[in-house]
């Protein structure tokens, strides 16, 4: 069965990670922005991985400028700033393109996997503005910032979910795989 597990990523300081190093955990993959709507939900994302990495939970952490250039600094500087503002202390990696032609081969692979969100329904409407903006997507392309992709132990992807999806609303989903 495919996973995960196939994919080297850079890490912050653009050194390769082995993705084989997150075997046997449960993953959230996540695409984000410093200066976006969204963003506070990095306050949820570091109470979730606060409370569950000692059971074996990780948050892949994957800035991206590709949503109105909502992610403009460095990956350095991303990183402060996120561990100032939001105390994370998961994994933030070196931004990378989730859409179009210089899509990073594991969200090629991730939108294989689940080519569809979970959860577009409160998402709709910002979906139709962005189309009114000419910000149409492929038809399995990313939406925005903060795609999650629910990863089991295995290295399956098991769901993707909407943006708009709060990390909490995915806790029964983290604690069931955990389990």
């Not at 300081?13 to 075997?23: Q, T, V």
């Not at 991985?49 to 952490?61: M, P, T, V």
């Not at 210089?102 to 139709?128: A, I, R, S």
């Amino acid at each position: 069965m495919p996973n995960i597990y196939q994919f080297t990523v850079n890490d912050a300081h653009g050194s390769p990670k082995s993705l084989e190093d997150y075997r046997g955990k449960v993953l959230l993959v996540v695409n984000t922005a410093s200066r976006c709507g969204l963003t506070p939900q990095y306050k949820e994302l570091q109470t979730l991985y606060a409370k569950y990495r000692e059971q074996g939970f990780e948050i892949l952490d994957f800035p991206c400028n590709q949503f109105r250039e909502q992610a403009p600094e460095n990956t350095v500087e991303y990183m402060r700033n996120c561990k100032t503002k939001f105390g994370t202390e998961f994994t933030i990696f070196e931004k990378i393109d989730v859409n179009g032609s210089n899509t990073h081969p594991l969200y090629v692979y991730l939108k294989q996997q689940k080519p569809e969100d979970q959860g577009d329904k409160k998402f709709k409407d910002l979906l139709l503005k962005l189309a009114s903006l000419g910000e149409e997507r492929g038809e399995h392309d990313l939406k925005w910032n903060f795609t999650k992709f629910l990863i089991n132990r295995d290295g399956v992807v098991v769901a993707r979910y909407a943006p708009s999806t709060t990390p909490f609303e995915l806790e029964d989903e983290i604690k069931a795989l955990l389990a």
